[in-house]
């Protein structure tokens, strides 16, 4: 059932919000743009194809590095590394150490100290919003989330599991890669807004024995194992299980139900969250191999799909994968990599109903089920070579056989089946090519393009070119257009066959985006980023008869801005300021200076973070901010805008491998809501209040 929340159209107009923190960002990313000091370029050769950050040197003393030089490296954005300053991208670095330092608990509170990025949750899942798109009712299908490069997104919902369904531990991560910007040319089908890669950590960057414990609001307890061991210079070993339990808030207040029937609006014990984890990876020589399993259990209180209120609600994930992954490099200047892959998703779904008996008219409660099973399993081959001194050649091809994507929802007592959809063996490959090329030592041409091939709508090409400009050594500009694609689920595919309607055609969208990045004196860094992008064919839920159908609709055209700035100071501080402005509306509005914009769309996102050390590399404050501005909700009215703050605290080496963290989250108890889809009585959902974790993490 929760499969089935729809994609809404465009609401009403967004009001005015705080302008001088509008006035204030810009005004600070004004003068600090001033107090550089860029020096001019000096010729460099080309350097060697590295297929992954730690070939070249040790992972933590290389992102060390990177760090001070304030020019890091990433490999997501062409899949081979490269400065941050030459990717076709603009990316954001999300390292293991800020996380520990801000006390984040999941990809949602990472995630969300991104630029342009923002967050719904409806008490059972977290859906993420890219540049103002967010519709109620998307199940993350516009984003691409990967692991160590695998692909987290399912394969019949093509959601990306980004909150605690998650299947990783979070302790887990080196570092989280997030491109913006269409990725389709080089991933494919979801690479949409962007492209969040995860990379996991080794054994040898636990190199031991690694227990953690931790404790927080709501009775959320959570405990991890991990060993780790790099055992020579070819063989690296880490395993981890973790596991975590949250009642939940015991007793929340839905004035929707405020009615003696539906116990007056309380919903009391429903809000529960059970995760299981299990992570392997072992290196062998030029083999990786890699193994995830999650299980993820959630309580839903608030009578989602029509279900009565106060009764059992319940959404089960479970989410697996093998892979087996070759690297290898032919001298400086050729590199090989492939894959191979199975992965399989369960879901499970238990909803309480009222019914009528047909004889005595008196009312009773059944049971209704969702049991959703998929199987797939694929592979990739890549080339990856330097050409002619001046130009990084990348050839690749995927390929994917879905073994099998079924939905079943029924009755339990009486027994009867609501859906039944089994399918079976469909396929769908890609090849893509890509070519950076130094035609001058300070100008670079990026472009590529993939060609995909799908059973269900045919083809689709999608291309990416990119001009990236230093016109000084500090200062890179970056001009880049592209377009992606999100194909049409198999659920969207099966409620059209089910109308004997013809086929789905894939969303499309196109960009444009003009960036400019300076670094300054060492440690500081800013960005300034101005995007527009349509979006073409959007698949929205329409009604059809006494039902309803998905259709390819609207057309939505947005453009915005994004600036941020970034240092860190002799002293330890680190801190980060970012402001994105968008306008999303929908472009078939004939009336251009309306300001009407699509559901649970912000026009304002600010955020700011600030680490402290309180004693020199051993103990640390760390505090984050960050404003959404109001948006509008699926239904009439908007949810206000908020300013939510958290504050951690981080003892490192309390005693010989022993670190203690305490973090206070909505630090000032601010009221908010976020929208939610028409699957809910409720238009919006008010989100927690001031909540505590404290953790314990001991290395031996």
Known sequence: MKKHESMNNLLKQFGK??????????????????????????????????????????????????????????????????KISEAPSLVTIITSEKIKKFGWRGLPDILQNVGGIYFTYNRNYHYIGVRGFNPPGDLNTRVLLLADGHRINDNVFEQAFIGTDFPIDIDLIDRIEITRGPGSCLYGNNAFFGVINVILKKGKDINGTETSVSAGSYDAYEGRFTYGK????????????????????????????????????????????????????????????????????????TAAFGTVFNEPLDTIDDRAYGELKYEHGFGEHFNMAARIYYDYYIY??????????????????????????????????????????????????????????????????????????????????AVYIQDETRIFQNLIFNGGIRYDRYESFGDT???????????????????????AFRAPDVYEQYVREWASMPALDPEKITTYEIIAEQNFREGFKGFISYFKYKIDDLISQ???????????????????????????????????????????????????ESDETVSNSPRHLIKGDISVPLIPEKMFASFECRYVSERNMIQDGTVKDYAVGNLTFLWKNVINGLELSASVYNLFDEKYSDPVSKDHEQKSIEQDGRTFRLKLTYKY
């Open 348 to 429: 499970k779904g238990t909803y309480s109903y009222s019914g009528t008996d047909e004889d005595s008219g008196e009312e009773y409660l059944y049971i209704n089920k969702d049991d959703d099973v998929s199987e797939w399993f694929g592979g990739e081959l890549k080339l990856t070579r330097n050409l002619f001194g001046n130009s990084i050649l990348t050839l690749g091809a995927e390929f994917q056989h879905n073994i099998r994507q079924n939905m079943f929802n029924y009755d339990e007592s009486p027994y009867s089946v609501g859906l039944l959809m089994k399918k079976k063996g469909s396929e769908s490959y």
């Open 461 to 483: 090409l999608n291309p990416r070119l990119s001009l990236i400009y230093h016109p000084l050594e500090t200062t890179s500009l970056k001009l880049i257009y592209g377009t």
């Open 230 to 301: 790099k055992f020579s210079h070819n063989i690296d070993l880490l395993i981890s299980g973790s596991a975590y339990d949250s009642k939940g808030d015991e007793e929340i207040y839905y004035k929707e139900f405020d009615d003696p029937s539906t116990n007056n609006g309380c919903a009391e014990g429903n809000d529960a969250d059970k995760v299981r984890n299990l992570f392997l990876k072992l290196s062998l020589w030029d083999f990786t191999l890699s193994g995830v399993y999650n299980s993820r259990d959630k309580d839903v209180p």
């Open 542 to 592: 329409v009604t059809y008869g006494d039902s309803w159908t998905y259709e390819n609709t609207d057309e939505i055209e947005a453009e915005g801005i994004e600036l941020g700035f970034q240092g860190k100071w002799k002293n330890g501080v680190v801190g980060n300021i970012s402001y994105s402005y968008q306008k999303v509306k929908n472009g078939q509005v004939e009336d251009d």
């Open 17 to 82: 919000t705080r302008k001088t923190f509008h006035a204030f960002v810009f005004l600070l990313f004004a003068l600090t743009m001033l107090c550089g000091f860029p020096v001019f370029a000096e010729e460099a050769e080309l350097p060697p194809v590295i297929q992954n950050a730690d070939d070249m040197l040790d992972a933590e003393l290389r992102w060390l590095k990177a760090e001070a030089e304030a020019d890091a490296f990433v490999w997501s954005a062409s899949k081979y590394e490269q």
